[in-house]
């Protein structure tokens, strides 16, 4: 029978670069699946639906928020929803994959209480003034956006210690092996021990 893989949740700062990081893992690992997520903000340029996300209504989430289909769901910085389906997550475990969520630090906590047994894996910048760095280099919020996120950051750089571990974000490849490296340890079979 096939062993349930181990669900590997990647949660960080905003501006860490976490979109970055599963990107990567996606476009150079296929064997990994990555759950892809509802969301009620537009698309922005270069996404694909049912692709980087299933672009919904207010209303559709609203409806799949009441028929018990995610996993976890939040409101990111006061402004969408996102939310994590739960089916195709439990048939990737089931099937054995390496399989991972890329969700904020709320989303993480939620699936803490109902699936304790995931490993938590915390993305963080090499230092607060790249953090800063990043954020205001990536020029698409206004100032007052920014400031709501930085505050936001802080608050959730403070949360490592709720991890199992931690992954230091210095370089994007560097960082997406390393977290790779992590999924396929926890994808490997035990030894067996039938004589
Ligand atoms: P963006 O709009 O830049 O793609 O993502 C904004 C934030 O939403 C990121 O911090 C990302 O991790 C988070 N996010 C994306 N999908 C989900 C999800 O399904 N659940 C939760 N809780 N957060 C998500």
């Known amino acids: 029978m096939t062993e349930r893989s181990r669900l590997v949740v990647l949660a960080g700062p905003t501006a860490v670069g976490k979109g970055t990081v599963a990107a990567d893992v996606r476009a150079r690992h296929p064997e990994v699946w990555i759950s ?31 028929t018990g289909q995610f996993l976890e769901w939040a409101t ?19 099937a054995g994959r390496p399989a991972m969520l890329e969700i904020d630090l709320q989303g993480a906590r939620q699936v803490r209480e109902t699936m304790p047994e995931a490993l938590f ?54 960082a997406a092996e390393e977290l790779v490296a992590l999924m396929m340890l926890n994808c490997e079979q035990p030894p067996s021990t039938d004589l």
């Open 36 to 66: 892809v997520s509802a969301t009620t903000r537009p698309a922005r340029p270069g996404e694909v639906d049912g692709v980087h996300y299933h672009f919904v209504s207010d209303d559709q989430f609203t409806e799949m928020v009441e």
């Open 121 to 174: 894996v915390f993305l963080k910048p090499p230092s607060w003034d790249e953090l800063v760095r990043r954020l205001v280099g990536r020029g698409t919020e206004s100032a007052e956006e920014r400031e709501r996120r930085l505050d936001t950051a802080q608050v959730e750089l403070a949360a490592e210690k709720e991890f199992d571990v931690t992954i230091v974000n210095h370089e994007v490849h560097a």
């Open 76 to 94: 990111v910085h006061k402004a969408a929803r996102y939310g994590t389906p739960r089916q195709p997550v439990d048939e990737a475990l089931a």
